[in-house]
């Protein structure tokens, strides 16, 4: 299937300028990831546990009030499981 589509030289111009800014963009979230692979090799390399550094930095991305919320739920569930520090030391 081929299509005959024309358009303007504005439109033309600013779809290669959308275009361009994807692909900058791109580049620049490339660079990003490589440097935060950079950093977390880094911690690792110093004694950090990254799992545990990626998730102290999802919670502070968090809302207090939903954290809490969650620690609640969590800590109910863990209660009820008998996996909290409670049941742990009752037995």
Known sequence: MRFNVTLHSSAQEQLRTIISRI???????????????????????????TKALKSVIRIRKQDEQKRKEEEAVLTTYLHALGMDEDSAAAA
């Open 23 to 49: 692909e900058r963009l791109e580049e620049e979230k490339a660079a990003l990831a490589a440097d935060l692979k950079e950093v977390y090799a880094e911690a690792k390399s110093n004694g950090f546990d």
